[in-house]
């Protein structure tokens, strides 16, 4: 099975949020907000070779950063800054 590079969209509703990907085929493309949501567009595989799961947390302004996360972007709601980490 032939698995095409696909991009795809998480929006990040809770603190915590997790998906379902394919190993060494995850790559993050923008931080944004879509319809005041922050919204996580990566490029992935079409369909999972070996299953990856991939954790988003949200940390306000002036919060203390996750140990195990990378910073992969920000988004602005209502005139606040929420930031994206990535483990």
């Known amino acids: 099975m032939h698995s095409f590079r696909v991009i795809r969209k998480v ?3 809770k603190q915590t949020n997790t ?4 190993t060494n085929a ?3 493309l ?3 907000q879509l319809n005041n949501i ?5 490029e992935t595989v079409e369909h999972i070779i070996i299953p990856s799961t991939i954790e988003f947390k949200l940390v ?3 919060s203390k ?3 195990d996360g990378m910073y992969i972007g920000s988004a602005f709601l209502n005139n606040k800054v929420v930031h ?3 483990s």
């Open 11 to 13: 929006f990040l509703t």
């Open 60 to 62: 306000n302004d002036e």
């Open 84 to 86: 994206v980490y990535q």
């Open 38 to 42: 922050p919204v996580v567009w990566y």
């Open 26 to 28: 995850f790559k993050v």
């Open 30 to 32: 923008n931080v944004h």
């Open 65 to 67: 950063t996750p140990d």
């Open 19 to 22: 998906i379902e990907t394919s």
